[in-house]
């Protein structure tokens, strides 16, 4: 129990100092960078891959994976928008469904937890690697949001629901707020809740949570319905930010997501790593992307800058827990 | 047994015959597009299709993902399954040319839209919208607007993309010529409307005095402007995109983006259609690039414009 406690304390330790060294680099280099309206940017910009990497984490720390999670967003997205915008009619009969603002957003979250739930579902019920069932899902909701919107973006969905993506509330924006209650309820789950407590015992070793008498379907379940409802609240966020669901949208978001988990110090092999990494791991991510913009460097070079980014947190991490 | 093959053959020889003849069987149509991710090709897929069936064809549209491997799997699939023409968006213009060679040696017309393929003789003809030169325009209009000076953003598409590159140099050979203007940023947003506008944020951040921004598309022009509103600078700032896509048109409109270029899918997907109508009906002799003109729109002339067209 002690040295599982060192290692994640380690694993904070470390990427907390890669941030540091990032961000030192970045003021020195560019004058524009440690700037309040900066900060504001990179928090507003990284809320969304924050709520996907929270569930992602969750997912990670039982061993398994969610390629899905960017289609789920999509969708979810897309579904909220659609509502929103023109609600459901059915042409036989005169009747009309129109949706209030809640109700768009609590069936865009109810269609990622529905798609998520399934994940889960097949990956218990069926024993299909979750590497597989979930890249299957990358497709399927991928070819759902293209049937929902007909391949066009649904725009111009009013000041309300805009409010989400682009307002304030005590001074600081509305999608930062969301992506802190997020955590603060993720950290809740996984460190105080029975359930956090089976979600690590899963990952570290699947047959002694099973003799120990835990549910692990039932977990497992728990897990991938979490990480599609929080795909569809980033859903419903960019949605809102962009005023428009746009049929491409969340493309490749799964590979961020998994990049966040990874920096953060969480093992792909699970039951090892905190919610707190990943956000740390989503903060550099997003202190990067803004770092390279703001220094301009060439798209070609971001990408190469990025991927060693990922592949050196991860030698770190192996170096680290070898030495232990 | 073999008899029985043999009268098959003879009454099925005999049938097919007289169904040429009569060609009551409707002929089939793929069209091939290079991808159904961004509205503006499945515009050109759906409009194609639509005016195959109006012409009474069968047509089923097959999406490449832009990946040109995928788009040999359909080449060989529509080839087997016997379709009598192709409706051909390349993917690339180098690399979709052994596809096009295929079905031309297969005894099929291949009729190319909107993009170009480097072969003089594997398409039947190409109707072609030009990126370059239409960028040539928009860069022109670019360097009134900004008064032959000021610090501009460039915000390019996929970098991996023709498209992006086509755009790019068009722009810049007009723009180029001007000493006064400065491009201070140039960045790829993908194509993507969210994450132009996360790239604007940041550039922004770097250089919060700017007067124009050059986008590769619409959707990139949008999330750039929403941007430039949530920073407070909409009105200074000149936003360019291209394509001619809803919101693009509507924000003109209301004065929000400066100006895009209206290329013409309808007008280059029934063309196609039309074309392939022709051949099936005898004519073998058809111009081999047809060049559909790209239009730049501003505020001065939206009216005449909808969506993807002309009203």
Redesign the interface.
């Known amino acids: 129990m002690n040295i599982a406690l060192d290692r994640s304390k380690l694993a904070k330790f470390q990427s907390t100092i890669a941030l540091l060294i990032l961000c030192i680099g970045l003021t020195i280099l ?1 004058d ?2 440690l ?1 309040v ?2 900060g504001w ?1 990179v928090l ?2 990284i809320s969304v891959n924050i709520c996907i990497s929270v569930g992602m984490t969750l997912v990670v720390l039982t061993a398994g994976i969610d390629l899905s999670v960017g289609s789920i967003l999509a969708f979810s997205g897309a579904v909220a928008a659609g509502l929103l915008k023109s609600g459901i009619s059915f042409p036989g009969n005169d009747l009309f469904i129109g949706f209030t603002l809640l109700g768009t957003v609590l069936a865009g979250i109810a269609t990622g937890s529905f798609l998520g739930f399934f994940n889960g579902w097949v990956i218990t019920k069926f024993k299909v690697p979750p590497f597989v069932a979930t890249l299957a899902m990358l497709t399927v909701a991928r070819g759902f949001t ?1 049937l929902w919107t ?4 649904i ?2 969905l009013g000041t309300n629901f805009a409010y989400i993506g ?1 307002g304030w509330f005590l001074g600081i924006p509305i999608l930062v707020w969301i992506a802190v209650v997020v955590v603060i309820a993720a950290m809740i789950i996984s460190n105080k809740t029975a359930l956090g407590r089976y979600i690590y015992a899963i990952g570290g070793n699947e047959n002694a949570a099973k003799l120990s008498g835990i549910n692990i379907d039932k977990v497992k379940i728990i897990v991938y319905t979490l990480a599609g409802a929080l795909a569809a609240i980033g859903g419903i966020m ?1 949605t809102s ?4 669901a ?4 969340g ?1 490749s978001y799964e590979l961020d997501a998994i990049a966040a988990v990874v920096i953060g110090g969480t093992s792909l092999s699970g039951g090892r790593g905190t919610i707190i990494g990943t956000v740390l791991g989503a903060i550099i991510i997003g202190v990067l ?2 770092g390279l ?4 460097v060439s ?2 070079w971001q990408q190469v800058v990025k991927g060693m980014v990922i592949l050196l947190a991860v030698m770190i991490d192996k170096a680290n827990s070898k030495a232990e | 047994m073999k008899k029985l093959i043999l009268a098959l053959v003879l009454f099925a020889s005999l049938t097919s015959c007289k169904k040429s003849e009569k060609a009551e069987e409707p002929k089939k149509i793929a069209i091939v597009v290079s991808t ?4 503006w090709f ?2 050109l897929a759906e409009t194609a299709a639509k005016k195959a069936k109006e012409l009474g064809y069968e047509s089923k549209i097959f999406d490449s993902q832009n990946n040109t491997a995928l788009e040999s799997d359909h080449f060989e699939n529509a080839i087997s399954s016997g379709y009598d023409a192709i409706l051909f968006n390349p993917t690339d213009a180098a690399g979709s040319v052994a596809n096009a060679t295929k079905a031309k040696e297969a005894g099929i017309p291949v009729f190319c839209m909107d993009r170009e393929i480097n072969s003089t003789d594997a398409a039947t003809s190409q109707i072609l919208s030009d990126s370059y030169s239409a960028c040539v325009q928009l860069g022109k209009l670019f360097v009134d607007k900004l008064g032959k000076k000021g610090n501009y953003v460039e915000l ?1 598409g996929i ?1 991996s993309d023709n498209n992006t590159w086509n755009r790019s140099k068009g722009f810049h050979s007009s723009v180029d010529n001007y000493p006064g203007l400065k491009m ?5 947003a993908d194509f ?3 994450k132009a ?3 604007m ?3 922004l ?2 250089h919060p005095d700017i007067d124009g921004v050059f986008c590769g598309n619409d ?1 990139m022009a ?2 750039a402007y ?1 941007a430039l509103v ?1 920073a407070n600078k909409a009105d200074k700032v000149k936003v360019f995109g291209f394509d001619g896509a ?2 693009a048109i ?1 924000s003109i409109k209301e004065g929000k983006l400066t100006a895009t270029a209206m290329q013409f899918p309808k007008i280059i997907a029934e063309t196609a259609a039309t074309y392939a109508d022709d051949y099936f009906k005898g004519q073998k002799d058809f111009p081999k690039k047809l060049p559909i003109a790209v239009e730049v729109v501003t505020k001065e002339n939206i009216d005449k414009y909808i969506a993807y067209g002309k009203k």
């Open positions: 560019s524009k960078f700037t309206d900066n940017n507003r910009q293209m007909k391949g066009y973006p725009s111009s682009t960019v930010r962009l005023d428009s746009q049929p491409n949208a493309m992307n803004n913009v703001l220094l301009d798209p070609f | 159904l991710n961004n509205p499945v515009f390019l970098v201070v940023a140039q960045q790829s993507d409307r969210n506008m996360e790239v944020e940041s550039i951040q770097a959707a949008m999330g929403q949530a809803e919101d509507n």
